[in-house]
């Protein structure tokens, strides 16, 4: 389980308490479904990870040729 808090602004959050006792931590991106999720609400990351996984695999492509 996670819980992502979207905001538009920037916030300094302290770590949230569940009842159990848990404690979740911020994390500065996340992937769900492959699509990363950034802190800041930044498309870079996921753009940078589109745009290697299109490299690699257009290198393949003309290796293969």
Do not use: M
Not at 24 to 44: A, C, K, M
């Amino acid at each position: 389980d996670f819980v992502i808090l979207l905001t538009n602004k920037n916030l300094l959050l302290s770590p949230v308490s569940l009842a159990d006792g848990t404690v979740l931590s911020n994390v500065p991106s996340l992937s769900v479904l492959g699509v990363i999720f950034t802190s800041d609400l930044e498309w870079n990351l996921y753009i940078e990870s589109i745009v290697k996984k299109a490299s690699q695999r257009l290198f393949i492509l003309r290796k293969n040729s």
